[in-house]
């Protein structure tokens, strides 16, 4: 059985850091691809990251410059380092992971992904 859980949330004053982690249990091969995602009060689940195995990244424009995604394959666990953080990035955060090699088509779209954890709230504030 896969599972998937994040830690690392918090409340932050907006310019500071976050980082977050994300660790995937159950593969028993290859480590999966995984990504984070994000979901506001209101407004659609959106990606915000996604790194394969061969460590291809794809980032959401709004992240671009301020988020760096990595992922420890030999642990199977994802982290997101957040930096310059703004109130616009007030949300719950989700870690995803599908199993594969190289990032998908569309690696930022929440239908790509088999398993979610539950989540770790961040808030930015003014």
């Known amino acids: 059985q896969v599972q998937v859980v994040e830690s690392g949330g918090g409340s932050v004053q907006a310019g500071g850091s976050l980082r977050l982690s994300c660790a995937a249990s159950?593969?028993?091969?290859?480590?999966?691809?995984m990504a984070w995602f994000r979901q506001a009060p209101g407004k659609e689940r959106e990606g915000v990251a996604a790194?394969?195995?061969?460590?291809?990244?794809r980032y959401a424009d709004s992240v671009k410059g301020r988020f760096t995604i990595s992922k420890d394959n030999a642990k199977n666990t994802l982290y997101l380092q957040m930096n310059s953080l703004k109130p616009e990035d007030t949300a719950m955060y989700y870690c995803?992971?599908?199993?594969?090699?190289?990032?998908?088509?569309?690696?930022?779209?929440?239908?790509?992904?088999?398993?979610w954890g539950q989540g770790t709230q961040v808030t930015v504030s003014s």
């Open positions: 995803a992971a599908k199993p594969g090699y190289g990032l998908p088509a569309s690696p930022l779209s929440r239908y790509n992904y088999n398993y």
């Open positions: 159950g593969y028993r091969y290859s480590s999966p691809i």
């Open positions: 790194i394969d195995n061969y460590g291809i990244t």
